[in-house]
């Protein structure tokens, strides 16, 4: 099984400050997902990325996909109490499983 | 509107006492999946199914079996619950060709006591 590592597993910040969570690997993925948890509901999924290099926005939210393809990163820019949350990777590869990370847990302070 | 359902949300049961999870999906996914969470442990894939008819183990089937008689159901069957099944669990599905991008449940709470 792939392993997928995030950091940090927990973050506290105030609402107005950009925060950077990350999803490392020693393993290659075909494609790399972001999902978002709020408590009591399931995965909601953000975005997908697939070539290395790639970078997508999503209002707020900047995805990047290491060129190896082995890491990605979630940039938030001016977090708002709105974006609390957990904020789960995850990687598919050939055999169609999905392995996720363990999560970054984030609290944005009014 | 496009969904993927469980029931029951909740279940408190006694070790050895059968059950079982439904799940449904109403987008012709071909794709199903069931996770459970846990603190510490993030989300591990129990069994997963391509089609109707096929299933396959994921990081941690030990304790459960599936079946996939439907497109659009895949329920989940504890034959002999124990208290480390104890768990959150939840159901999810996708395209075949987008595995990555899963519908997810609103997740089932069991307890095993």
């Known amino acids: 099984t792939q392993l997928l590592e995030q950091s940090p597993q927990f973050l506290s910040i105030q609402e107005g400050e950009n925060l950077t969570v990350y999803c490392n690997s020693s393993?290659?993925?075909?494609?790399l997902q972001w999902y978002r948890q709020e408590p009591g509901e399931g995965p909601v999924l953000l975005v997908t990325?697939?070539?290395?290099?790639e970078v997508k926005k999503l209002k707020r939210l900047t995805f990047q996909f290491g060129d190896a393809r082995k890491d990605s990163s979630l940039h938030i820019t001016a977090a708002q109490t709105g974006d609390t949350g957990l904020y789960l990777c995850a990687g598919g590869d050939a055999g169609n499983m999905l392995t996720f990370g363990g999560g970054t847990r984030l609290m944005v302070k009014p | 509107e496009a969904q993927v359902t469980q029931n029951p949300r909740y279940l408190i049961t006694v070790t050895g006492k059968k059950l079982t999870v439904t799940c449904s999906q109403n987008?012709?996914?071909?794709?199903m999946s069931w996770y459970r969470q846990d603190p510490g442990l993030g989300l591990r894939q129990i069994y997963y199914s391509m089609n109707v008819e096929v299933t396959d183990k994921g990081d941690v089937p030990e304790g459960y079996k599936v079946s996939r008689k439907e497109k659009r159901n895949f329920p989940l069957i504890l034959e002999s619950p124990s208290p480390n099944q104890t768990s959150l669990y939840f159901c999810?599905?996708?395209?075949?060709?987008?595995?990555?991008?899963?519908?997810f449940g609103p997740g089932t709470r069991l307890t095993v006591t």
């Open positions: 987008m012709n996914h071909e794709y």
């Open positions: 990325v697939v070539t290395g290099g």
């Open positions: 393993s290659v993925f075909s494609s």
């Open positions: 999810a599905s996708s395209n075949w060709d987008r595995v990555g991008e899963q519908y």
